[in-house]
């Protein structure tokens, strides 16, 4: 769940954020924003694979969230894919390897790398809520 500023407890959205599962560098960025935005309160992690498989009851959880949030690694927008695939409109994403970090398979991720995805999301959580 995440609030917005005013602080009442009717403002209360239901946010969740799903993350790349890839197996690069941007996928693991992108798995632990995701994991830093849930401990910052700024909403819920969920599962991108259950969408994949056509969990239908998962399905609907994203189709009621106030706001799902996608972090992609790359441009391949697996987590963009499987939403439109659905037809499911009430996200936002982003795109770490928008963020200026390459994609390769092994290269360590830092945690440079992992605070400016957090950063990005928290803006955009902000701006849609």
């Not at 830093?36 to 189709?63: E, W, Y």
């Not at 009621?64 to 790359?74: E, K, P, R, V």
């Not at 697996?78 to 795109?95: E, M, P, S, V, W």
Request: glycine content about 10%; some cysteine; overall charge negative.
């Amino acid at each position: 769940m995440s609030q917005c500023d005013c602080g009442s407890s009717e403002c209360e959205k239901t946010v969740f954020i799903y993350a790349c599962s890839g197996g690069a560098n941007v996928a693991e960025i992108s798995d632990r924003a995701a994991r830093g935005l849930m401990k910052d309160g700024k909403g819920a992690m969920f599962c991108l694979a259950g969408l994949g498989a056509d969990i239908q009851g998962m399905v609907q959880t994203a189709r009621d969230a106030d706001l799902n949030l996608l972090i992609d690694g790359c441009p391949m927008d697996c987590a963009k894919k499987t939403f439109d695939r659905h037809g499911l409109t009430n996200y936002r994403q982003i795109k770490v390897t928008d963020l200026g970090i390459e994609k390769a398979k092994g290269a360590p991720c830092t945690d440079e790398q992992i605070d400016m995805v957090i950063a990005e999301a928290g803006k955009t959580i902000a701006e849609s809520v």
